[in-house]
């Protein structure tokens, strides 16, 4: 990581117009994860840093999202494993989290489903978010089920990010436990570089929303 | 004596009087009085020891008590953990209402809700908590972060960084006046960090202060203080340096 991509403590301060209080409040309900804070020597002995980009849009979604939810619901929503064990296909589509034509084509993979299991319903969630935005087409949409299924489980609630690339109209998509850096030659285009666990915040708030 | 609980089965009660042991399992309530080994890990409801109690194991107890000693290897966790006597956890601690008197000592991380200690504690790694109020002394090895931080010092605490929101460090007691004359009688607090909203100090070392409303009462040393709102320093105390920074 370079030095320019992280923020120290007091700066964070500074810039966010939050107290150390609500800091310590937010790391010690797992709102802030224990590895975004870095200690450095300084001259004044241990400074600590934050990834810059990760720890602004963070707190800047605890801000947003703090009057509406208890800090033990936001906890939830930022942790990458669910309190929702499984939904049954029907509630999923009754209460609009996904329409019945991603659970359709996920379906066509897998065979008829009654329930599913989270990482399932992320699935068909991200499924149904890539073909609404024409991104993927039906066919890359298969293999992005089966990609999910076949490993989605072993990189459970590590930071992880799904990613797109073509060459000469062939696709190729993949997992990333960790993709800061990756080249291709140049007939290689990106599609898209989809960070998993935004989705799963997006997902979480829309079940726990409707289930309000 | 030898009791041993059926994990999955129904749960059954263990008892142990005098001299015994166990291979541990799933129980409703333990119960100690004497001097009892659990060889293995162990799940109750209750679970009550007067005298010594070993767990070569972790202990997972929805509430303990104990008059004694007890000491459990591996992790434990519990909704209520009180203890008059010592208690020394090998790994891991997690629990909601933590009253110690006598001594506490965590090897790995310790994580709780509301913890009241008079006497000592001890924690090998990061240790956070809502409220914490100890009357004693405190050995962090780690940062120490809770809501609330009220200790009042007995001997000589140390921790390597202490945050919260409001923390409170008074001095014990000590021999009236004497205490003035024999170093150590009231109690110090020795820590490289302290950060939180206020903070209020006294016969505390510290190289950076950092708060929002700061109070440096006597009997302190320290580095650095940097505040945002106010800034109150007693005559007995010495600060090399302070700034007011706008955050």
Not at chain 2, 190 to 210: C, F, Y
Request: proline content about 1%; glycine content about 10%.
């Amino acid at each position: 990581m370079n030095e320019e991509d992280l923020i120290s403590k007091k700066e964070l301060l500074e810039l966010t117009g939050i107290s150390y209080g609500q800091l310590y409040r937010w790391k010690r309900k797992n709102l802030i994860p224990e590895a975004w804070f870095v200690r450095r020597s300084s001259f004044t002995g241990q400074e600590t840093f934050f990834p810059k980009d990760k720890i602004l849009q963070r707190i800047e979604r605890i801000k947003n999202m703090k009057d509406g939810l208890s800090l033990d619901e936001l906890a939830d929503v930022f942790s990458p494993s669910s309190h929702v064990e499984s939904l049954s296909t029907q509630t999923l589509i009754k209460r609009n989290i996904v329409t019945s034509f991603a659970i359709e084509l996920f379906e066509e993979e897998f065979g008829r489903q009654e329930t599913l299991s989270f990482n399932d319903i992320l699935t068909v969630y991200l499924l149904q978010k890539l073909l609404q935005s024409g991104e993927i087409t039906r066919e890359e949409g298969k293999m992005l089920v089966t990609v999910m299924r076949e490993n989605y489980g072993a990189l459970a609630a590590k930071p992880c990010e799904l990613v797109l690339i073509r060459k000469m109209g062939v696709p190729l998509l993949f997992l990333a436990e960790s993709a800061e850096q990756i080249y291709f030659d140049k007939d290689v285009k990106w599609i898209f570089r989809l960070s998993l666990a935004a989705s799963i915040e997006e997902l979480k708030l829309k079940l726990n929303n409707t289930e309000a | 004596m030898v009791a041993n609980g059926n994990l999955g089965g129904s749960r059954g009660n263990m008892k142990i009087t005098g001299n015994g042991s166990s291979n541990g399992g799933a129980f409703q309530h333990i119960k100690i009085m004497g001097d009892a080994v659990i060889n293995g890990d162990a799940d109750c409801e209750l679970f009550k020891c007067m005298g010594n109690a070993k767990v070569n194991g972790s202990l997972h107890a929805g509430s303990a008590s104990c008059n004694g000693t007890m000491k459990v290897t591996d992790r434990m966790r519990g909704g209520s953990i009180k203890v008059q006597g010592e208690m020394k956890v090998g790994n891991e601690l997690s629990a909601e209402n933590v009253s110690i008197t006598g001594e506490l000592s965590v090897g790995g991380r310790m994580s709780a809700g509301k913890v009241k200690i008079s006497g000592e504690l001890h924690v090998n790694e990061d240790c956070q908590m809502e409220e914490l109020h100890i009357k004693g002394m405190v050995e962090v090895n780690g940062m120490l972060n809770a809501e609330q931080v009220d200790i009042k010092l007995y001997g000589s605490s140390r921790l390597r960084e202490l945050v919260g929101s409001h923390i409170l460090v008074k001095k014990g007691i000590g021999l009236p006046f004497l205490g003035k004359f024999i170093q150590g009688t009231e109690g110090s607090l020795t820590a490289e960090t302290i950060e939180g909203d206020t903070i209020v100090l006294e016969n505390t070392k510290a190289s950076v202060v950092r708060g929002r409303s700061v109070t440096i009462g006597s009997g302190c040393r320290i580095g650095l203080v940097e505040y945002q709102d106010e800034f109150k320093q007693d005559s007995e105390a010495s600060v090399m340096q302070s700034a007011q920074i706008n955050l």
